[in-house]
């Protein structure tokens, strides 16, 4: 006789470790637990590729990835993209690393070797962080909206919160994305859209254009001034023909 006492949530996992046996056995894992594997990757390269057509729930990460950039940066890079919970797998307990992996998101760590309970344990635990923030951010409150940007051949997921400006280039335009972890704004996407598409595509307030050049998105400004806004470094100049409907949207004391 079976007794069910507890239903698993089906989740997407994707697994980040560049010795493909130990991947391949975590993954089968995963899957004895109840749990989808969505992807597999041995670099950070295949894992931006592989996390940006899948989307997954939750990633399982190797800290120690060969190659240049490490899982703490890689998990930097995805932060920005589509932030995920992110379990790191690791036999690496030192506390700067634990700091290093702290000042991306809220990390969750799974010491090598670990057994099923374990690993089920902390997948759970990211679920719940994931829930969790979803149920905190202003995004629960509102309409959430993502769009799809394209860089190279690989269409990404992007949190339309995350993008601070868009800026006019000719025949395409540059969109600046900043994550709660970032100081500056950084060029992330160059769609081959004009800014009315674009401008199109989100949702008004809150982005606003401001100048026939730039579309902002106004819960980034930082400062206001007569003829220009911050945002980060940038120097945004307001169009004379955008003043007042930005004054209109924008209450100053």
């Excluded at 690496?92 to 809220?106: C, F, K, M, S, Y």
């Excluded at 254009?209 to 120097?235: F, K, M």
């Amino acid at each position: 006789m079976i007794i069910v006492l507890f239903t698993v949530p089906i989740a997407n996992i994707f697994i980040v470790e560049d010795q493909l046996l130990i991947a391949e056995d975590t993954a089968q894992r995963v899957r004895n637990l109840g749990y989808n594997v969505s992807g597999i990757a041995t670099n950070a390269t295949e894992a931006l590729e592989g996390i940006g057509k899948t989307f997954p729930d939750i990633i399982l990460m190797d800290i120690d990835l060969e190659g240049d950039v490490d899982g703490i940066e890689l998990a930097a890079k995805i932060d920005q993209l589509m932030p995920t919970p992110i379990i790191y797998l690791t036999d690496l307990g030192d506390q700067r690393t634990i700091e290093r992996a702290g000042n991306v998101h809220q990390a969750i760590f799974m010491n090598k070797p670990f057994n099923d309970h374990i690993l089920a344990s902390h997948i759970e635990l990211a679920l719940q962080q994931k829930k969790k923030t979803a149920e905190n951010s202003p995004a629960a409150h509102a309409e959430s909206k993502v769009v799809f940007l394209k860089k190279g051949k690989q269409r990404y997921r992007v949190n339309t919160e995350n993008i601070c400006f868009i800026k006019a280039a000719r025949a395409y335009c540059e969109v600046y994305l900043k994550s709660p972890h970032d100081k500056v704004p950084h060029k992330a996407f160059e769609p081959a859209v004009s800014l009315a598409e674009a401008l199109h595509q989100l949702s008004t307030p809150p982005f606003l254009q401001v100048h026939r050049s730039y579309v902002v998105n106004i819960n980034h400004i930082e400062a206001l001034e007569e003829n220009n806004i911050n945002i980060g470094q940038e120097v945004i100049p307001i169009g004379p023909s955008y003043k007042r409907s930005l004054k209109e949207v924008i209450k100053t004391i």
